[in-house]
């Protein structure tokens, strides 16, 4: 007589197990956005909400994909991605929020990064600053095919909004040409390399270069027009390459 099997605990945070059916996940930080992809996907079902971890599974052009918010931050973003890891997921796609850290990127324009500054803390225990955080080249590859139109360049992930040389900072990394500010990218790519996962950030710039923090955010909040479709777009692409017919080669 076969043993009965045991039951898989799930996940402490974000309570995945192995029964979510699919190794491929697209991550955002706002609970709400999960909502959001659900109305793009076919016959989307809730998973969990536990904390800052909404869950739901649903499919895309035949493909069965996993979407969870993490939260703000890497700590939060860091723990997701090492869970979505333990449950078998090997490709994720971030799909979030940024701030502009050039003058010619729009309210709603995508960037997607091609590299990252580690300018948050966490990453760095993990691994000296020196290690690269960098995507996936083939899930870069396809981003090029569905976002043609995004900015493609270097990113900067932080760790706060309202450090009191934010400002000065911003400036310098401006100079240096980095197209975009955002929190979660880099822990991102980093866990992601370490455990054997493709990665990428797919980003909806929700603030101006040098505008008001407050107004882009609540513009994000509000649902204004540009950032809204933006936003759209972020997480259409990211379907559309996660259910792409070159991600079974």
Known sequence: MDKERKVEAPQPHTQLTHAIGTDRAIIMGDPARVDAIAKLMDDPQPWAFNREYKSVVGTYRGQR???????????????????????????????????????????????????????????????PEIYPAVPSYRLLHLAHRYAPEAVYGIVRSHDGFYVDDNAEVETFWSK??????????????????????????????????????????????????????????????????????????
Not at 85 to 92: A, C, F, M, P, Q
């Open 65 to 127: 994909i996993l979407a969870m918010s993490t939260g703000i931050g890497a700590p939060s973003a860091g723990i997701g991605v090492e869970e979505l890891h333990n449950v078998g997921v090997k490709y994720v796609i971030r799909v979030g929020s940024a701030g502009a850290m050039q003058k010619d990127i729009a309210l709603g324009q995508l960037v997607i990064a091609e590299g990252v500054v580690r300018d948050d803390g966490l990453s760095r225990k993990y691994v």
């Open 176 to 249: 240096k040409g980095i197209k975009a500010d955002d929190m979660e990218s880099g822990i991102l790519m980093v866990i992601g390399r370490l455990r054997g996962m493709e990665t990428l950030s797919i980003l909806n710039n929700v603030v101006l270069y040098q505008g008001d923090l407050a107004e882009g955010v609540n513009s994000l909040v509000n649902n204004a027009d540009l950032v809204a479709k933006g936003e759209r777009d972020s997480l259409l692409t990211a379907l559309n390459i996660l259910s792409d017919a070159e991600m079974e080669k």
